[in-house]
């Protein structure tokens, strides 16, 4: 069984009775889902996932008012919840795991994304957060939210700004232009076979950044990005794992790729298509840039 399935199970039969028998009064003010850390949390665990922080819990999110008054006793009814559940018992959690489960405050949960617990005040803000923490951040299932406080930030942070969004995009294509457009060929005629494995990864990661921006999505850190990748797009992700894994003869897919995202953009009126050659595209984009001091600052971010 998947863990999110697991855990919206154990959540119906053991977590959501006992808020509303133990907390009645409160339960109009709890949150509940799976979201974050963890493969289980974008659906992408498998067999192999089972050897360490497999387990049937889930997340109970709290305002800071609402954790002073009642979160201690919520925290010590989680903990009386059953050890073991459809045959799978609470593991010890790996060197590496994360104790994303049980009781948390919403700012607590996400200050460790955005640094402040709640939506990025200016763009510059936004702009720091990386990508992936912000798919870790809007991942995953809430299955109770009768106060909303969790959604509205949730849903705020899936909502980049646009601004944002086009500035991300115009480094991606310097990216790819520099890396996969230029330097790429140029290290083959050097001869420096193994600059051009690094100008072809370099290439990859900015493509696939770029895929997921113009698709309105995050790009999860690079252990699930192809997992992510083919449901965003398979011919994209084919072609981008080809370049990643055959870096000698990656020319053609690099074009190909450079091509597609181009084609994306044009679609959306992010820029014409004055050539195939993307750096001068890059700064068209970055031109439409609507804030002065997002726009004025350096291309590659």
Same mark, same amino acid.
């Given at each position: 069984?998947?863990? =999110?399935? %697991? ?39 498998? +067999? ?7 387990? /049937? ?9 609402? +954790? ?12 009386? %919840?059953?050890?073991?559940? =459809? ?12 104790? $994303? ?61 646009? +601004? ?11 990216? =790819? ?18 600059? /051009? ?61 450079? !091509?597609?995202?181009?084609?994306? /953009?044009?679609?959306?009126?992010? $820029? ?9 595209? !890059?700064?068209?984009?970055? +031109? ?5 001091? %997002? ?7």
């Amino acid at each position: 069984m998947k863990g =999110m399935e %697991l855990s919206r199970a154990f959540y119906d039969e053991y977590g959501k009775p006992m808020i509303e028998t133990e907390f009645a009064e409160y339960k109009g003010r709890i949150a509940t889902g799976l979201v974050g850390h963890g493969s289980e949390c974008f659906g992408f665990d498998d +067999d192999v996932s089972l050897d360490h922080d497999y387990e /049937a819990g889930f997340c109970i999110w709290l305002t800071d008012e609402d +954790d002073r008054e009642f979160g201690f006793k919520l925290f010590r009814a989680y903990s009386r %919840l059953p050890q073991e559940f =459809m045959g799978v018992k609470c593991r010890q959690k790996s060197m590496f795991g994360a104790d $994303c489960r049980g009781v948390k405050t919403i700012k607590e949960f996400y200050s460790f994304y955005t640094g402040t617990g709640d939506l990025p005040a200016t763009n510059r803000a936004w702009l720091a957060l990386p990508d992936f923490y912000l798919a870790e951040a809007t991942n995953g299932e809430v299955f109770d939210d009768p106060l909303g406080e969790f959604t509205r930030i949730r849903e705020g942070l899936k909502a980049m700004p646009e +601004d944002v969004r086009r500035k991300k995009i115009a480094s991606c294509f310097f990216g =790819m232009a520099q890396a996969g457009q230029y330097n790429y060929s140029r290290c083959i005629r050097h001869g420096e076979t193994a600059a /051009a494995a690094v100008a072809a990864l370099e290439f990859v990661k900015s493509a696939s950044q770029a895929a997921f921006l113009l698709s309105r999505r995050y790009a999860p850190y690079y252990k699930w990005l192809f997992r992510a990748l083919r449901t965003l797009d398979a011919d994209l992700c084919a072609r981008l794992e080809r370049i990643a894994s055959a870096p000698a003869n990656a020319a053609e897919d690099i074009e190909a790729v450079c !091509a597609a995202l181009l084609s994306a /953009a044009v679609s959306q009126g992010l $820029c014409a298509q004055p050539q195939d050659y993307l750096e001068p595209i !890059a700064y068209a984009i970055n +031109d439409t840039v609507t804030d002065g001091d %997002l726009r004025n600052l350096p291309i590659i971010l």
